[in-house]
Antibody
Framework: EVQLVESGGGSVKPGGSLRLSCAGSGFIFSNAWMSWVRQAPGKGLEWVGRFRSKADGGTIEYAAPVKGRFTISRDDSKNTLYMQMNSLKTEDTAVYYC?????WGQGTLVTVSS | QAVVTQEPSLTVSPGGTVTLTCGSSTGAVTSGHYPYWVQQKPGQAPRTLIYDATNKYSWTPARFSGSLLGGKAALTLSGAQPEDEAQYYCFLSYSGAPWVFGGGTRLTVL
């Protein structure tokens, strides 16, 4: 059974930083293109970024609102995807999901507030 | 950036059939946009029902089907059940913007 488990969410002040993790199991993590998707309270889904598998080039892509502030990385030896979030803004408040497209984690809540 | 459009809300009767659509501001939606359909119920994580326009996962109920119809991606629900009441999102792939989500369709079964 595929499982994706996010962690690392919490409350932070504007300008602060957080690091999210997503641990995968039940599939060949190193072959997966992994994405982060977020959902602000009461709003729709928004793609944040994607890390292609190393075998497919390992390209990392970001949505415009987070480019330059968020950094996605992966450790295939630990089956884990990360997202370092710096210079956080109030508009980054959301539940953050990691996903392969087909499978989704349960999400982790990030709240940015003064 | 491209804009993906969905009906804001639709209503279907129990046992009825409804089609949700997913359009693109750049023109016709094709298989090259690799359309996905995702279901989300209140307080729950999203669950993907359809990928690459027409393909189902093992957990996708048989009453859901995906297609390309009239320049849009479409999700058809045949034989709606009360538990199908949910928010449905499509997302499309574009060069330079791997996934662009639509605003979602709130489906009511009434």
């Amino acid at each position: 059974e595929v499982q994706l488990v996010e962690s690392g969410g919490g409350s932070v002040k504007p300008g602060g930083s957080l690091r999210l993790s997503c641990a995968g199991s039940g599939f060949i993590f190193s072959n997966a293109w992994m994405s982060w998707v977020r959902q602000a309270p009461g709003k729709g889904l928004e793609w944040v970024g994607r890390f292609r598998s190393k075998a497919d080039g390992g390209t990392i892509e970001y949505a415009a609102p987070v480019k330059g502030r968020f950094t996605i990385s992966r450790d295939d030896s630990k089956n884990t995807l990360y997202m370092q979030m710096n210079s956080l803004k109030t508009e980054d408040t959301a539940v953050y999901y990691c996903t392969t497209g087909g499978d989704w984690g349960q999400g982790t809540l990030v709240t940015v507030s003064s | 950036q491209a804009v993906v459009t969905q009906e804001p809300s639709l209503t279907v009767s129990p046992g009825g059939t409804v089609t949700l659509t997913c359009g693109s501001s750049t023109g016709a939606v094709t298989s090259g946009h690799y359309p996905y359909w995702v279901q989300q119920k209140p307080g729950q994580a999203p669950r993907t029902l359809i990928y690459d326009a027409t393909n189902k996962y093992s957990w996708t109920p048989a009453r859901f089907s995906g297609s390309l119809l009239g320049g849009k991606a479409a999700l058809t629900l045949s034989g709606a059940q009360p538990e199908d009441e949910a928010q449905y999102y499509c997302f499309l792939s574009y060069s330079g913007a791997p996934w662009v989500f639509g605003g979602g369709t709130r489906l009511t079964v009434l």
